[in-house]
Nanobody
Framework: QVQLVESGGGLVQAGGSLRLSCEAS????????VGWFRQAPGKEREFVAT????????NYADSVKGRFSISKDNAKSTAFLQMNSLKPEDTAVYYC???????????????WGQGTQVTVSS
């Protein structure tokens, strides 16, 4: 089992930045890939970014490329999502998830955090 806890969400103005953290406990976090997903009210959960266990493989959704950056610190059992140039349409609950091997598909992930709210005001 892997337990994931997100933090770092909040209210920010458009153009601002936030850094989300995903702290893991339980099994060896370094063996897992991490994905970030988000869900806005009334919408389906969507892929944001994923990183392999070593950080060698990274993928982003087109909507966040060039603005968001995913990283992973295995020594601290923590993954991060740096979000810059935020837009109102980035408003959502952000979730981190873990599995063996990176994936853009949420149903392939085995472990999920509880989510953290990000609100971007215009």
């Amino acid at each position: 089992q892997v337990q994931l806890v997100e933090s770092g969400g909040g209210l920010v103005q458009a153009g601002g930045s936030l850094r989300l953290s995903c702290e893991a406990s339980g099994r060896t976090f370094s063996a897992y890939a991490v994905g970030w997903f988000r869900q806005a009210p009334g919408k389906e959960r969507e892929f944001v970014a994923t990183i392999s266990w070593s950080g060698a493989i990274i993928n982003y959704a087109d909507s966040v490329k060039g603005r968001f950056s995913i990283s992973k610190d295995n020594a601290k059992s923590t993954a991060f999502l740096q979000m810059n140039s935020l837009k109102p349409e980035d408003t959502a609950v952000y979730y981190c998830a873990a599995r063996f091997g990176p994936s853009i598909k949420d149903y392939e992930y085995d472990y999920w955090g509880q989510g953290t709210q990000v609100t971007v005001s215009s």
